[in-house]
Structure formats: structure tokens, C-alpha cells
């Protein structure tokens, strides 16, 4: 499950980078960071509770 998550981000980071760069979509591009970095959040509280 941490995999997928770290997946999900990654994309949305990726799409968050092209949009920026290229597009400046504005608030769309700001959400989908947001929810890269809340989705690595998570893994990462994920994480530690289960070792």
C-alpha cells in the first residue's frame, strides 16, 4: 500500500512540475500538490505506526 501511495505522488508531482512550467493551470496545479504531499504524509504515518 505505502508503494502505491508513493506512486500516486510521484505522478502528481510530476503533473504538478509539467502543468507549472508549462500550462500555469493556477488552482488545479496547487490541489494536485497538496494532495501529492498529503498522500506521502500519510505513507509516512502509515509507516511508522505499524513498525
Known amino acids: 500500500m505505502r508503494n502505491i501511495l ?3 505522488a ?3 508531482v510530476i503533473i ?4 507549472f512550467i508549462g ?3 493556477g488552482w488545479l ?4 500538490l497538496v494532495i501529492a ?3 506521502v ?3 509516512i504515518i502509515k509507516g511508522s ?3
Open 6 to 8: 508513493y506512486l500516486i
Open 10 to 12: 510521484v505522478v502528481l
Open 16 to 19: 504538478w512540475a509539467v502543468g
Open 23 to 25: 500550462y500555469h493551470a
Open 29 to 32: 496545479i496547487h490541489i494536485l
Open 37 to 39: 504531499v498529503v498522500s
Open 41 to 43: 504524509l500519510l505513507s
Open 49 to 51: 505506526t505499524r513498525n
